[in-house]
């Protein structure tokens, strides 16, 4: 069996730096996870996919190892940014269209590339997308629409508690890589000859 080709690298985007890990050849397929998850859930999917096609694996915005930038930190994001923060990366990685295959949120994602990247896009592969919780159980709703205010109260927080203590460090949603230094194992769109 012929050993797996696997590259791994940091996108600079207009809003986020954007992980990401490719492997294999043939035609491209990004995988897009859901909502408080990284690439990792797609590592058996990677391996097998990889034998016959070019599998990219990203971390959205503001998951694993994807930062977004300072000046947005502040700022809500929508799937449509989203979407767009995988056009860029497909730019990055020269790559004119692909197939999209995303998980949950990462199958709203990819809808909404598709819609935006008509010409960018070869297929689509949603699995357990969805709009709204509203078609969720009532205690898993409940919990998803909980989660979603504590999260945000917990982030409004640390920012003012931050902001009196003068904090030096920033929350990891926030945090950004100031050099490739210290992602030494990562490859920098901008450090590459070429690339957007």
Not at 73 to 100: G, K, N, W, Y
Not at 150 to 172: D, G, M, N, V, Y
Request: glycine share 6%.
């Amino acid at each position: 069996m012929e050993k797996m080709i696997c590259r791994q690298g940091m996108a600079d985007t207009s809003q986020a730096w954007i992980y990401y890990k490719e492997s294999g050849r043939g035609t491209p397929i990004l995988m897009l996870h859901g909502n408080a998850e990284t690439h990792l859930i797609f590592d058996y999917y990677e391996k097998k996919l990889s034998m016959k096609y070019r599998v990219i694996l990203m971390d959205s915005r503001a998951h694993g190892r994807s930062r977004i930038k300072p000046e947005y930190a502040e700022s809500e994001f929508t799937t449509t940014d989203m979407a767009r923060d995988a056009a860029a990366l497909l730019d990055v990685l020269h790559i004119r269209s692909c197939i999209l295959f995303g998980f949950s949120d990462g199958a709203n994602i990819a809808l909404e590339f598709a819609s935006l990247f008509p010409d960018r896009t070869r297929a689509v592969i949603a699995i357990s997308g969805n709009v709204s919780p509203d078609g969720l159980i009532l205690p898993v709703r409940a919990f998803c629409v909980g989660k979603y205010y504590c999260l945000r109260a917990a982030t409004s927080l640390f920012r003012e508690i931050c902001k009196k203590k003068s904090c030096r460090f920033l929350h990891p949603f926030m945090s950004f890589p100031s050099s490739a230094a210290r992602f030494p194992a990562l490859q920098f769109s901008h450090d590459v000859p070429g690339a957007a």
